[in-house]
């Protein structure tokens, strides 16, 4: 029997209870694994400790504050969540935990309504299936990282913006941009994306048209933004929309003694050298420029540097479960996700031949898909990065692996 009559006969099951399923799976697999594995999300790893302590702090001062200062070294967004959990559950990680399980599985859901509109309906059925067994999406749930947070509200945006695309109302574009707003508080990798957006509209036939769209996006950002940026104003007399570190990743990622890469303590000693034992905010205007003075003393090296880690940022996988300091090869963590990975990225080639490019949807996301690209490429390349993409990678591996059946049943078809 061909693939497509298959599909058909997928696409005639009921199509809640089937997204059920995919849900309740992703909700199981993720659910177990912080069952099995406790020790993920160490309070004292990596950027775990930082958020930690922000939220104690809101909840017995009410202040953003470090050290007893008031501090803008991490985006606002996952420690008030951290506080909120903390006030209703008390300090809890494992309910973070199981809110982290919540908001994975709805992610899930967002792939399934966003895959929709790109491709048919069963393709993104299997795109959501993909999402809830992924093995770096699971994993990821068990940490005590914003990425969970940050890919249920980038869905989410990304979502909206779609359904704006589709009814063209200004109202829509506002409220995605205001989503926008609230996502970049939480990572702040998203700031500059309308003006990478607005450059991109610059080169449409209805740039015009695209353009008072697009100042509706960058309004609702704005509304939601403006708050906790003049906050850092009054505290730091500087214009600072999130957070200091933009010189620390600069920076690192364009030291050429190390190739553009974070290497732990070494790279903290150079930071320290370079700028010295001063205050965040000086700290990274000081990054800043002497990144700035590198790239311009050295343009072809940083440019091919660049290059490099762009294939980095989508060819490399991790060692192991990252624990905040260097990493020994774990050949069973290393293997499932080498071969996890690059199976996606062979069918997700595939998938994209297979685009529908005019849809404004599909457009949409693959802009987005460079912008990231892009951004890590200029500062740091690392496997952790990519992870927010892999919700929309999974759209295009669906296509892919439907496509590559199609064709495996068609040749099988014929020699039979």
């Not at 966003?114 to 048919?120: D, G, H, I, N």
């Not at 990821?140 to 979502?159: H, K, P, Q, V």
């Not at 205001?178 to 702040?188: D, K, P």
């Not at 890590?376 to 892999?390: D, G, M, S």
């Amino acid at each position: 029997m061909k693939l497509t009559n298959w599909l058909e006969k997928i696409e005639q099951w009921p199509r809640p209870v089937t997204l059920g399923v995919i849900v309740g799976l992703a909700f199981t697999l993720r659910l177990l694994l912080i069952i099995a594995l406790p020790q993920l999300g160490d309070p004292n790893s990596m950027d775990t400790a930082n958020y930690l302590h922000l939220a104690r702090s809101l909840l017995e001062s009410g202040r953003f504050e470090m050290w007893a200062k008031p501090t803008a070294y991490v985006a606002p967004v996952y420690p008030f969540f951290l506080a909120g959990i903390f006030k209703i559950f008390g300090e809890n990680l494992f309910v973070v935990k199981i809110i982290h399980v919540v908001l994975g599985s709805a992610s899930v859901l967002f792939v399934y309504f966003l895959a929709k509109r790109c491709t048919r309906p069963v393709m993104a059925l299997l795109a959501a299936l993909i999402c809830a067994v992924h093995p770096e999406l699971v994993g990821i749930t068990g940490f005590i990282y914003t990425e969970t947070l940050f890919i249920f509200l980038l869905l989410a945006t990304l979502l909206l913006a779609a359904q704006a695309l589709a009814t063209k109302k200004p109202v829509h574009f506002f409220v995605a941009g205001a989503l926008l707003g609230l996502t970049t508080l939480c990572r702040g990798v998203t700031l500059q994306l309308p003006i990478f957006f607005l450059a991109v509209m610059m080169l449409s036939s209805q740039r015009w048209w695209w353009l008072r769209r697009w100042a509706f996006v960058v309004a609702g950002m704005v509304v939601t933004m403006l708050p906790w940026t003049l906050r850092n104003y009054l505290h730091f007399r500087v214009f600072l929309p999130v957070a200091t570190g933009s010189g620390d990743v600069l920076w690192t990622g364009n030291y050429l003694e190390f190739d553009g890469e974070y290497r732990y303590e070494q790279t903290q000693k150079k930071l320290f050298e370079v700028a010295g034992d001063v205050d965040l905010i000086t700290r990274d205007r000081i990054l800043l420029a002497d990144a700035k003075r590198m790239i311009w003393a050295e343009p072809v090296s940083h440019a091919w540097l660049f290059v490099r880690k762009i294939f980095r940022y989508w060819l490399r996988v991790y060692e192991d479960v990252p624990h905040g300091e260097a990493r020994q090869r774990n050949w069973l963590v290393f293997g499932a996700l080498f071969v996890t990975h690059y199976t996606m990225l062979v069918l997700a080639l595939q998938g994209l031949r297979q685009c529908h490019w005019r849809a404004e949807t599909v457009k949409m996301l693959l802009a987005f898909v460079c912008y990231y690209t892009l951004v890590h490429a200029a500062t740091l390349a690392v496997a952790r990065y990519r992870i927010p993409l892999l919700p929309l990678l999974s759209i295009a591996v669906a296509s892919g692996l439907v496509d590559l059946l199609q064709k495996f049943i068609n040749r099988e078809a014929a020699h039979g």
